[in-house]
């Protein structure tokens, strides 16, 4: 049986992820089996081979508040991306969590 990289399973949650929901860095960290390491996710998001396949877009901070150096175009791409889901925010750097967090 073959291992599962710390990254590929953050990608596989990522990638479970519903379009129109977001998941926090914690919250990826846990289902991927690594509680408190969600710096790795973010770092493992951002070295992202399949942005397109892997919506990274979907994960934000704890308080709903986009990634301002979100890999592939910073916050503004990333806000574009989430409002094409129909993703609902509080302001232009937060994300209604209570309405739009991924109940994994």
Request: hydrophobic letters at 45%; aromatic letters at 8%.
């Given at each position: 049986?073959?291992?599962?990289?710390?990254?590929?399973?953050?990608?596989?949650?990522?990638?479970?992820?519903p379009k129109?929901?977001?998941?926090?860095?914690?919250?990826?960290?846990?289902?991927?089996?690594?509680?408190?390491?969600?710096?790795?996710?973010?770092?493992?998001?951002?070295?992202?081979?399949?942005?397109?396949?892997?919506?990274?877009?979907?994960?934000?901070?704890?308080?709903?508040?986009?990634?301002?150096?979100?890999?592939?175009?910073?916050?503004?791409v990333q806000?574009?991306?989430?409002?094409?889901?129909?993703?609902?925010?509080?302001?232009?750097?937060?994300?209604?969590?209570?309405?739009c967090r991924?109940?994994?």
């Open positions: 049986m073959e291992k599962t990289s710390a990254a590929e399973r953050v990608y596989e949650v990522v990638r479970a992820i129109g929901k977001v998941a926090t860095y914690g919250q990826v960290a846990r289902l991927a089996g690594m509680p408190r390491a969600a710096r790795y996710v973010g770092q493992a998001l951002h070295h992202n081979p399949t942005p397109i396949e892997t919506p990274c877009h979907r994960v934000v901070f704890s308080d709903g508040c986009l990634a301002e150096h979100f890999g592939f175009g910073g916050a503004s806000r574009q991306l989430l409002e094409a889901e129909d993703v609902v925010f509080v302001d232009p750097m937060h994300v209604d969590l209570a309405s991924w109940d994994a």
